[in-house]
């Protein structure tokens, strides 16, 4: 049986808006195994990124299990949580959120350095990944200097540069156009599969899921 490196059991998330209570997680039960890539479907609204929030452990207001590699992530303390971010988790955002005023070479040397990787040893995995990704001739260039294709590609170099057990990616190709999303996802599903990473990537986009290995569908906060 593969390594299960997220399980979530029971999983629920509520908010309070207007003296109603509004479930967005309703129970979610959800496994994935190392080295598999899941397409996690759903409309706008529907619970993707308040999912992906919980189990990037991104913020807490959570009820139930989650599991990271055979942890109890939700139980860990501010600082657990921070190691456990830093140390088994990628991410990859809608939106590129890269640094402004360094160059594509140092938002992909940064993490590892913060990580504890020395500065020649984050420069050269740095340039590997950028220059698998195409990027070879851009490195010294600052984000407002490379397209949106280019920064989101600079993005999933950063998310991977620390080779994390799980990446999660809410929308990574969401604000690209139809060619540049299909040519940076291939290449992200390329690396994750290339360096054994598993993933769970949040999409609406159905021809997009359909190039995961399985696909779940969160319809009213419940995986269908």
């Known amino acids: 049986m593969t390594e299960a490196v997220l399980q979530t059991t029971g999983l629920r998330r509520s908010f309070e808006q207007g003296g109603v209570t509004i479930e967005v ?3 979610i039960d ?4 190392r080295g598999e890539i899941v397409a996690l479907l759903g409309p706008s609204g529907s619970g993707k990124s308040t999912l992906l929030q919980a189990v990037g452990l991104l913020e807490g207001g959570f009820e139930g299990s989650i599991r990271i590699l055979g942890t109890e992530a939700a139980q860990l303390p501010a600082g ?9 988790l990628g991410f990859v955002y809608q939106f590129h959120h890269l640094l402004p005023d360094f160059s594509a070479l140092e938002n992909v040397v940064l993490p590892q350095m913060i990580h504890g990787a020395t500065r020649a040893a984050a420069d050269a995995r740095a340039e590997a990944l950028l220059t698998t990704l195409g990027l070879g001739r851009r490195l010294t260039h600052r984000p407002s200097q490379l397209s949106g294709g ?12 620390n080779r994390p057990a799980l990446v999660l990616a809410d929308e ?3 604000n690209l156009d139809e060619t540049t999303a299909d040519i ?6 390329r690396l994750v599969r290339d360096q054994g990473s598993a993933a769970l990537v949040a999409t609406h986009n159905e021809r997009l899921a359909a ?14």
């Open 25 to 27: 997680l309703r129970g």
């Open 30 to 33: 959800l496994t994935v195994g």
């Open 80 to 88: 657990g949580r921070t190691e456990m971010r830093r140390d088994r």
């Open 150 to 161: 280019e920064q989101q590609r600079v993005a999933v170099a950063r998310a991977l540069a």
């Open 172 to 174: 990574p190709t969401g």
């Open 184 to 189: 940076v996802f291939a290449e992200f599903l």
């Open 211 to 224: 190039k995961m290995d399985r696909v779940v569908r969160l319809h009213e906060g419940v995986l269908e």
